[in-house]
């Protein structure tokens, strides 16, 4: 059911047969299709001779979430208005109507919000289930279950999950959103064993230093606490904050050694030629550079031992620094649907990045990819020529310019790149085209469509350069 859908066919009536706000009936907010109040004959006009603002319209499709039950008649008689001589009333932002929508539109746009940042999945594992499934369960102050499910579909796309609330349920499979009517005998997912390890995480990022415990509340009201996992620990946290933060005072404050005393990283054991690929271990145990110290795990590359092709990202983003393996989230799954447009089977190719450690930074409670720094990409060239030295691919493709930049240390456009014929050391062939992330973040799918046409013309064309090897899997 679509409140805003019913609401905007019924207005759309009302509007064609001249029906003023005052006459008009609207059903109540309790999900009840409006269309079932009695709809007046239109004497003349046509019900989609109407046009309004995309500003109105937003505003309106919006609104229509909010759970105050005025809200349909109050979104009626602004939209009344404005189509009958006043069309410039959204200017006029102390208007009572004007004022009452945009309210309902900031709650609503506000909720949506907190349930990105409250929404917290639990593992459930059935009794002879290949895999696992996720569960949260969630309680929102308006109606935004179908307004707010397509951020989680794109955050976690490759996991299979489901957002229980009393208003909806929303079920991602992987391949398609369900919205479903709120079912009673889903319980309440219990603790699970990743648990754990995400409380260590928030309480290593507690900064007692910055403590602010109204703001805090303000930003993360108690009615979700019960929802959260680590809101158990805010009490302890908040009682030794003083207690910690003096101890941080006291570290800042002693003294340090020269920069030129400072202790140098580990140095990494020397790789013979002729070892096996850098395994994970390795990568693990690197102190290169600092990314290793924020980073769940160190992520190296994947394929077959002799490939012909080797696919070059930046680096590894948040899904793939958590499971362990490269392009693995939203920019994997892209790649791999491009690979397959460009008929080259995923299983063929050798898939890594230029840099090993994610590095990241924090916005509320995502961690969002930030761009490393050269000291980063120049440390683990070291990696990436071992990788090249092992897997002696035909062609690389560099995908974005930061690979590109690793490979050939220059600072190249891509546009300019795909123009010119590069070329690696021992004569491998270097083709430079987007980074799946990059097609993602279009601007709008036509933008996104193009992009992918590209992408997928330059995999076509690195594979034609690159023949199979003779007794290899390339």
Not at 39 to 49: I, Y
Not at 425 to 435: I, N, Q, S
Request: proline share 7%.
């Amino acid at each position: 059911m679509n409140d805003f859908a019913d609401w905007r066919a019924r207005a759309r009536t009302l509007l064609a047969a001249g029906v003023a706000p005052e006459h008009a009936q609207w059903d109540d907010a309790r999900q009840r299709p409006v269309l079932a109040a009695p709809v007046p004959v239109a004497s003349s006009g046509d019900a989609g001779s109407f046009r309004i603002s995309q500003q109105l319209y937003e505003m309106l499709e919006t609104a229509a979430c909010h759970r105050d039950e005025r809200r349909f008649y109050v979104m009626y008689r602004l939209l009344w208005r404005v189509t009958h001589g006043e069309p410039r009333l959204l200017d006029d932002a102390a208007d009572d109507d004007v004022r009452v929508v945009a309210r309902m539109v900031r709650a609503v746009r506000l909720d949506s919000h907190k349930m990105t940042a409250f929404v917290r999945f639990r593992e459930v594992r059935d009794e002879g289930a290949a895999e696992s499934t996720w569960i949260a369960w969630y309680e929102p102050s308006h109606h935004i279950v179908a307004r707010t499910a397509p951020f989680f579909v794109k955050r976690f796309a490759t996991m299979v999950w489901t957002i229980v609330t009393p208003d909806g349920i929303a079920h991602w499979d992987r391949s398609a959103l369900a919205l479903l009517p709120y079912d009673a005998s889903i319980a309440r997912p219990a603790h699970d064993g990743k648990e754990a390890l995400w409380l260590l995480y928030y309480e290593s990022i507690f900064n007692p230093a910055r403590l602010n415990v109204r703001a805090m509340q303000k930003e993360m009201p108690q009615k979700y606490w019960a929802n959260l996992p680590e809101a158990t620990r805010i009490p302890e946290l908040v009682a030794m904050a003083s207690q910690r933060a003096g101890q941080m005072v006291e570290t800042v404050s002693a003294p340090r050694l020269p920069r030129t005393q400072a202790r140098e990283p580990a140095p990494v054991a020397a790789r013979a030629p002729g070892d096996a690929a850098p395994t994970k271990a390795d990568i693990d145990g690197c102190r290169r550079c600092p990314l290793w110290e924020r980073a769940t795990q160190g992520v190296n590359g994947k394929g077959p031992p002799r490939a012909a092709l080797m696919l070059v990202g930046e680096q590894p983003g948040d899904a793939e620094d958590l499971a362990g393996e490269p392009f693995v989230g939203p920019a994997g799954k892209l790649l791999r649907n491009a690979l397959e447009r460009a008929g080259i089977s995923a299983d063929d190719v050798y898939i890594t990045n230029a840099v090993k450690h994610f590095n990241w930074e924090p916005r509320g409670k995502r961690r969002i990819h930030k761009t490393p720094s050269q000291q980063a990409v120049a440390a683990c060239r070291h990696w990436l020529d071992d990788e090249m030295r092992h897997v002696k691919p035909r062609v690389v493709v560099a995908l974005g310019a930061s690979a590109l930049f690793a490979l050939t240390g220059q600072k190249m456009a891509i546009a300019a790149a795909r123009a010119r014929p590069l070329q690696l050391a021992e004569g491998r062939r270097l083709v430079a085209t987007y980074h799946p992330a990059a097609i993602l973040r279009a601007p709008d799918d036509a933008a996104r469509t193009a992009l992918l046409q590209t992408l997928v013309d330059d995999l076509r064309r690195a594979a034609a350069l690159a023949p199979p090897i003779p007794g290899g899997v390339g």
